[in-house]
């Protein structure tokens, strides 16, 4: 699919700081990047694939998921438009996933292949040394993602999980009444709990004057009664 459609939003993505639009359109042109939509619930790219582009996400969400032995599901990471996911995988020696990716709804993928922008062309455009800068920066930003979804599920009870969890994007969204991003059953998995025991401890957090909610808003009160 051509890419000029969605330059408007390939614009938006901050992988593509500082590049002027002429730039980054003869760049992508010219590294051969490719647009891919999907449908919702489809996996677009599975553990042990073997990826060579950066996928940056147009629209939609997807989910980067594990999976066990058993089928159960984890979602460790949800992204959202104008965001990476694969990039880590590209990088790494056997280029092999360790995870999968869905989607959630209707999505749409830009493919960068990633050994394209590492090998600078002779003329070592300083739009292309921009594009590396900004991958760097994006990635960083991603390790940052891992390391506090880390700080969550360490926590030794679900209801620490779920406060620390809320009470991180109350900080981000620096809201009194914020929205969280997730649904029951992708906040269940992203906290690696039962969705049946999070409605229990999530009702049992209201009851106890913790937190009010109304289906995605929450409010948490300032101070955690125990």
């Known amino acids: 699919m051509h890419i000029e459609p969605y330059m408007e939003q390939i614009r938006r993505c901050h992988l593509f700081d500082h590049i002027a639009t002429e730039d980054l359109m ?3 042109s010219c590294i051969g990047c490719k647009v891919i939509t999907y449908a919702p619930k489809t996996y677009i790219l599975d553990e042990e694939d073997t990826i060579e582009d950066v996928g940056v996400l147009l629209s ?3 989910n980067m998921v594990s999976e066990d032995i058993y089928g159960h ?16 995988f590209a990088l790494s020696g056997s280029k ?3 995870v999968s990716f869905m989607t959630n709804e209707p999505c749409i993928v830009l493919y960068i292949p990633l050994q394209k922008v590492l090998h600078i ?4 455009c300083p739009f292309h040394h921009q594009l590396i800068e900004n991958m760097f920066y994006t990635l960083s930003m991603k390790n940052q993602q891992l390391i506090e979804k880390s700080a969550i599920i360490s926590k030794p009870t679900l209801q620490d999980k779920i406060w620390t969890y809320l009470n991180l994007e109350a900080e981000r969204q ?3 009444y914020f929205e969280i991003p997730l649904n029951r059953n992708e906040l269940a998995d992203y906290l690696c709990a039962n969705q049946s025991a999070l409605t229990r401890e999530l009702k049992h957090m209201k009851e106890k004057g913790l937190i009010d909610f ?6 948490l009160f300032k101070e955690r009664k125990q």
């Not at 109304?214 to 409010?219: G, I, P």
């Open 121 to 124: 062309c002779s003329n070592s």
């Open 96 to 98: 092999r996933s360790t």
């Open 73 to 88: 599901r984890t979602t460790l990471v949800r992204m959202g438009p104008n965001e990476l996911f694969g990039e880590s």
């Open 26 to 28: 003869r760049m992508l």
């Open 174 to 176: 620096q809201k009194i």
């Open 60 to 62: 939609g969400h997807i």
């Open 214 to 219: 109304d289906k995605n808003t929450f409010h």
